[in-house]
């Protein structure tokens, strides 16, 4: 068990929850768009595939336990990791020399990252916790996008979390060995993709629903 514990927790231990965890999110995250795009069908189908989603009953908690087990596991990675980089870093840089290779994502993992906890925070509370008695899941979100504030919160936290995953998803399988010259080509085109779809396919629900209703 020690063993286990000190290589999770060596730096490449460390690199390689991130990954795993940051996959997990990746498919939770097109899932989750999937049954989120309903909406565009109208207010039934988007009520349905929640009804749909609740009738799993415990599968569905062990999902969202499971969920929150990557969370912690990510969150903790990636603050400790962030940490020690900043620790280790010989003195600080008084003009920001992007050193070749780096880009918007990569420098800035840790900052779209503590936004993107925080919107997954506000985002619990606005619709995974709100009260759903007398109402449907719908009202609760139609309800909430008819606030122009928070339409430009989700816009812009959706922009972060495509800026994120631009990042991250490739990184993701470079960290778990799959970085040969033939494939890295893919896996950045996927990642790239990934983000349009992610940042677009979010970033539209809340205008659509805002028109609509
Ligand atoms: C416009 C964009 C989005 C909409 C309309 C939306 C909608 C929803 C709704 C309605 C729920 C509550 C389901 C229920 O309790 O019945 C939910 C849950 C959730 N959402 Fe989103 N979501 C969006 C974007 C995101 C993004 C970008 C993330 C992650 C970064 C995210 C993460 C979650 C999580 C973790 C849950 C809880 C899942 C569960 O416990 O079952 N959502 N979302």
Redo the contacts with the bound molecule.
Sequence with gaps: MNWLTNTLWSSVGKKLMMAVTGIGFSVF?VA?LAG?LT?YAGKDAFNAY?EH??SLGPF?TIA?LG?LFFAVVHIATGATLFYQNFKARPVRYSVNSRAGGRTIGSATMPYTGLV?LL??IF??AN??FADKTNTT?FQI?ASAFLKPEYVFI?VV??II?AIHVSHGFWSAFQTIGANHPKYMPYIKGASILLSLV?GIG?GC??IYVALMT
């Design positions: 995250l989750h989120n909406l929640a989603v609740h569905l969202e969920l993107l919107f997954v985002h619990l619709f995974h899941i979100v989700y936290a959706m979390a992610v979010f629900l809340p």
